[in-house]
């Protein structure tokens, strides 16, 4: 139920907490919102439901002494948040999978900005108890983001009173990023995935060249439809709760370097990292050695925050070092020739890098690689036209894959969705991705048909 | 408030589908969709309407008119007549007065029910893919034994009375399988889902001699209705294709796309329903059934509909489907199980299907496990 896309959470968890919600007298809505974002929790992972609890009351106990700006409250709460997601990282990584929350990587990541927001602003009102512990706590945000700022909250329509013809369009407009993300999710990122699932089938070791740089494609549109879809339908929930919309991703493709790239790409995620580790150790600002220094260091927490295995850390390091060529090299070329190259970085080396991000497997990885370069050895069993049956059977979901990373269409559709035509085509998406979610739900080989 | 209304049509639409959808997946819950798995817990009832949409199956019919899938696809109109009923009208002649001794065949299926008959002698035995029969061949003579090999099954267990043309129609094979090389696969046929799409993709030597009809997410369901049959003469249904082509070999490889629907027994009565329209397509092979390959031990640790028991009992029951006449049972999980009976987990990456370079055990064990015809 914790997938925003399975029908148990669209048709019964979400229309049942929205209505109860919205009943709640709007000084206990916030109380509402945290019964209800326990129960999603519960439903998902109730092992850890008891530390996203403690997590939660250590975090608003200490906030009392962040607020009376004692540094000393702070860095207890920041050493107790990044010790809870490093010892949960290790541990799901080398003792076993199960061992690791659900969404832990995001609330600590809120509570460390929460803590740090506290601490900085010079607004004097206290924020209320079950204010701090819905924020913490909120469904549309605790299993994957996005990492919403507490300032975001503290300014929205949700905690104030409203009528119901304010929150009947709000609920509408909420829908239709839903809807979206939905689309994005079910019909894009779900089929890239079988996509790229076949190619592991086969075995990387065995894969032709072009089939290679398929399955990056692949892969890289897997990952960016699901988690823009994912951002979405959450941000979606969030506005017809009464909440700002969170943007995480913005056409990340169109970025003229990687640099721009990861300003468009988990958004959240960057801005969390630049406000809270890059510019505190002195960003660019201080140049040469130092802004290399808080480049590296930014971006192997990045990967280590992906994941604990060296994979991660493997990308976080590669992305470092192309960003790094930007900056140093390509400012150097003329002008021309330097967006052809850094554009090139976007589409030819960003999917790349997300090979690295895929493979967990150091050996499985250096064969992919073996593929993607195939100077070092000849594969021992290979269909040199294997892929020929991968574009015949997946041609229609990369035509529309491809063609939503040009801004103009997505953005399109947006603008004007409030016409009549618009809202007919995200009903009608909407609706088809309901229909495939739900052959699936009943039929497990739709999505894993052999 | 009538503003409010006009600015909400999603919403409004939405919640509309969504009730006429619950709607009809209760109707259909308690008719049409009566058999399908569903748990109400698990998934909202519309879940019910969209899969019935799927198979093209409207709620509004009761269970019995509903689930046309189960209904037989067999072509009455197809030219050749089918071997029971020229049993009828061919001049016969009693077995006993050819072969000496002989027990009318218990092992013989009969017509309407596709049961083994209610009684069977007590020394009787299930055959096993051995080719070991009931009979008692012992007692034969040199001379009748070559000449007569494996006819006697064929005679009607009530009458003992087997038609001529069979005495000069079919060949007698060799005892057991036996080793051939790869032209063997010359005038062979497979039909099967992504597991045969990778033989046929990973194996070169068998794939320059054989013909593969075979389509990922294939199943003894659909086998015979969906056109994914490619010959020179383009895409078309199994039996289309099978009218301008004659096989010696057909390998039959399905199964594992329908672990989740249906019973063991409603899945082998479709089977047999697919192995009688290919003889009488292709009235000069003999069929492989093959056995399901099992999964990693990972995947049926998975708990899912894909796992080990179910594809034992399932390939336990197809065992039974073969006569060792015109039809047997081979099975090449003997070429990649692990100790413990389970798929290695070294051969696959995700459990259900071998790697590129793990085909070749597969293909070894086919070549290793062949009926040779001895005309």
Request: net charge negative; with cysteine.
């Amino acid at each position: 139920m914790t997938q925003f896309s399975d029908l148990s959470f669209i048709f019964r968890f979400l229309p049942v907490m929205c209505v109860l919600y919205y009943v709640t007298p709007y000084r206990l809505r916030m109380f509402t919102l945290s019964i209800a974002s326990i129960i999603f929790y519960a439903a998902g992972d109730f092992r850890f439901l008891a530390l996203l609890l403690f997590a939660v009351i250590v975090n608003s106990l200490l906030a009392e002494g962040t607020f009376r700006k004692e540094k000393s409250f702070l860095i207890v709460a920041i050493l107790f948040n990044v010790a809870l997601l490093v010892t949960f990282k290790i541990l799901g990584q080398y003792v076993s999978g199960a061992l690791f929350p659900l969404g832990i990587s995001f609330y600590t990541f809120k509570m460390i900005s929460y803590q740090i927001d506290l601490y900085k602003e010079e607004d004097d009102k206290r924020p209320a108890m079950i204010q701090t512990v819905s924020y913490f706590l909120m469904f549309p945000q605790i299993v994957q983001g996005p990492i919403m700022r507490f300032q975001e909250m503290r300014e929205c329509a949700a905690i104030r009173k409203q009528a119901i013809t304010d929150i009947l369009p709000a609920v509408e407009e909420g829908l239709k990023y839903f809807a979206a993300g939905m689309f994005f999710k079910v019909m894009l990122a779900d089929r890239f995935s079988m996509c790229f699932n076949e190619i592991g089938q086969i075995g990387y070791e065995s894969i032709s060249t072009p089939l290679a740089y398929i399955g990056a494609a692949g892969y890289s549109l897997n990952l960016y439809y699901d988690f823009w879809g994912y951002s979405l339908m959450a941000a979606g929930i969030g506005v017809m709760f009464g909440f700002p919309f969170i943007e995480n991703f913005h056409h990340p493709y169109a970025a003229a370097s990687v640099s721009e790239f990861y300003r468009r790409w988990h958004m959240t995620l960057g801005s969390f990292f630049k406000d809270y580790v890059y510019i505190p150790l002195g960003g660019s600002k201080e140049g040469g050695v130092k802004t290399l220094r808080n480049l590296l260091i930014v971006w192997a927490l990045t990967g280590f925050w992906h994941g604990a295995s060296f994979n991660f850390l493997l990308w976080g390091l590669l992305l470092f070092l192309i960003i790094l060529s930007e900056k140093l090299l390509l400012r150097r070329l003329p002008k021309t020739l330097s967006t052809l190259i850094s554009r090139a970085h976007v589409l030819l080396l960003i999917p790349l890098t997300w090979v690295v991000f895929a493979i967990t497997d150091d050996k499985m990885l250096l064969s992919y690689f073996s593929r993607l370069f195939p100077f070092f050895n000849t594969p021992a069993v290979m269909n040199p036209s294997d892929y020929v049956r991968i574009v015949r059977d997946y041609a229609h979901v990369f035509i529309p894959g491809l063609l939503f990373l040009v801004p103009a269409i997505y953005d399109t559709i947006m603008k004007y969705k409030n016409k009549w035509y618009m809202t007919l085509l995200l009903y009608a998406g909407l609706w088809v991705s309901i229909y495939h979610a739900a052959r699936s739900s009943g039929n497990p080989f739709m999505y894993v048909n052999f | 408030m009538k503003e409010t209304v006009k600015k909400i049509p999603l919403l409004l639409a939405t919640i509309l589908t969504a009730l006429a959808t619950t709607f009809f997946g209760t109707v259909g819950r308690f008719g049409a969709y009566a058999t399908y798995r569903y748990t109400f817990r698990d998934t909202p009832v519309m879940a019910l309407f969209f899969m019935g949409l799927a198979d093209k199956q409207m709620p509004f019919v009761s269970a019995a008119q509903a689930l046309p899938r189960t209904s037989t696809v067999r072509d009455e109109s197809a030219g050749e007549a089918l071997p029971q009923e020229t049993a009828q009208a061919a001049p016969a002649n009693k077995i006993t007065d050819l072969v000496p001794q002989v027990q009318p065949a218990p092992e013989a299926v009969t017509e309407e029910t596709g049961e083994l008959p209610a009684s069977l002698p007590e020394d009787y035995t299930q055959p096993a893919h051995n080719l070991s029969y009931a009979l008692d061949e012992s007692t034969w003579d040199e001379a009748t034994r070559n000449k007569y090999g494996r006819i006697a099954l064929l005679a009607d267990p009530e009458t003992g009375i087997v038609p001529t043309q069979y005495f000069e129609r079919l060949p007698s094979y060799s005892s057991g399988f036996e080793t051939v090389d790869a032209t063997y696969f010359r005038d062979a046929l497979f039909i099967g889902d992504s597991r045969t799409v990778g033989l046929s993709m990973y194996v070169p030597d068998l794939n320059a001699q054989a013909t593969f009809y075979a389509k990922t997410s294939m199943s003894v369901a659909h086998v015979m209705e969906q056109p994914f049959a490619e010959t020179p003469l383009g895409v078309m249904t199994v039996p289309q294709a099978l009218q301008g082509t004659q096989f010696q070999k057909i390998y039959v490889a399905l199964g594992i796309n329908e672990l989740g629907s249906g019973s063991t027994e409603h899945f082998v009565e479709r089977y047999q329903e697919v192995i009688e329209e290919l003889k009488v397509l292709q009235p000069d092979a003999i069929i492989y059934i093959c056995a399901m390959m099992h999964v990693s031990q990972k995947k049926d640790d998975e708990g899912g509909y894909v796992n080990n028991a179910v594809i034992n009992d399932r390939n336990n029951a197809l065992s039974q489907l073969a006569d060792n006449e015109k039809t047997f049972y081979i099975d090449m999980n003997e070429a990649t199980d692990d100790a413990s009976g389970v798929l290695q987990s070294d051969l696959t990456f995700d459990g259900v299907h071998l790697k590129a370079v793990s085909y070749d055990l597969w293909y070894r064990y086919l070549l290793d496990h062949a009926i040779v015809k001895d005309y």
